[in-house]
């Protein structure tokens, strides 16, 4: 049989175990193996606020790892409202979508990433719990980034109704084995003068904590950036959406939070089990 390696740091050392057995086949014709970073990335000035990386939950991405084990291309579907839509951004190629998937492959040498963007404008956390399945059917993905909450808040959306619909869609991917990372609402200063906008916040953290879901917490880490250099540093002129330096920001904490947690499934993974 042909083993593909995959190596990972494993006290503070490189090693190589098989982690999937495949179809033996010509030596030419094998698959590059894949290297895992020792660590997750680091964040970039731009983007590394003082007191927070944008991380609020890191959890094992089994689905992630698995994929990166028995396959050539890891599926990652990107779903939202107008941040995910590219909105603000000077081109597409500045979206944080377009910039996710080159920032994970250039941080998991040897893997393609294919990151789908499906962002629509306006949309609040029903809109795309309703269309997730279809998204889901069409796309068939490893991981879902579901960028969710801003349009809520605005619109003052029930706190109970969002809730609900973010707990009712995640247990539906988790019993489909889809892992999934949860991108809470962009900081603004004019934002936040309507309290209701932090509840939405806090709800997302709530949910996402209770079903053990990683939260890329931009909020938090924006505020922070904007702290010491000013909302203008991130968003566009409107003070809502993110410029590009913001979708870069994004992109850079999303992949920080997926390397983490696919490196914490294969440390799992490896840990030799004990039969009594």
């Not at 994929?67 to 000077?90: C, R």
């Not at 709530?206 to 924006?222: G, K, N, Q, T, Y």
């Not at 992949?255 to 840990?271: C, F, N, S």
Request: glycine share 8%; net charge neutral; proline share 5%.
């Amino acid at each position: 049989m042909y083993y593909r390696l995959l190596p990972w740091a494993l006290g503070g050392a490189l090693a190589c175990a098989p982690i999937a057995a495949v179809e033996q086949m010509p030596a030419h014709l094998s698959a590059p193996a894949v290297a895992l970073p020792s660590t997750p990335p680091a964040l970039s000035p731009d983007c590394n606020a003082k007191q927070g990386r944008g991380e609020r939950f890191r959890r094992p991405l089994v689905g992630v790892r698995k994929a990166v084990a028995s396959k050539t291309s890891v599926k990652v579907l990107a779903i939202g409202s107008s941040s995910t839509a590219g909105v603000g951004a000077s081109s597409p190629s500045a979206t944080f979508v377009a910039r996710l998937e080159t920032s994970l492959e250039g941080a998991v040498k040897g893997m393609d990433f294919d990151v789908v963007g499906r962002g629509l404008s306006g949309e609040e956390a029903q809109g795309a719990a309703d269309r997730m399945r279809r998204e889901v059917n069409e796309t068939k993905p490893d991981l879902v980034v579901w960028q969710v909450g801003t349009n809520d808040a605005l619109r003052h959306v029930s706190v109970d109704k969002f809730k609900m619909c973010l707990k009712t869609t995640l247990a539906w991917l988790a019993e489909r084995k889809i892992d999934v990372v949860l991108l809470d609402p962009q900081y603004g200063e004019a934002l936040t003068k309507d309290r209701y906008y932090e509840e939405v916040v806090a709800a997302t953290a709530e949910v996402a904590r209770e079903a053990r879901v990683p939260l890329v917490d931009r909020f938090e880490a924006m505020r922070e950036l904007q702290r010491d250099r000013g909302d203008t540093f991130y968003l566009a002129s409107d003070r809502l959406h993110m410029n590009d330096r913001g979708h870069r920001c994004v992109a850079e904490q999303l992949t920080r939070v997926i390397v983490g947690g696919l490196l914490q499934a294969d440390a799992e993974a490896a840990q030799p089990v004990f039969y009594p």
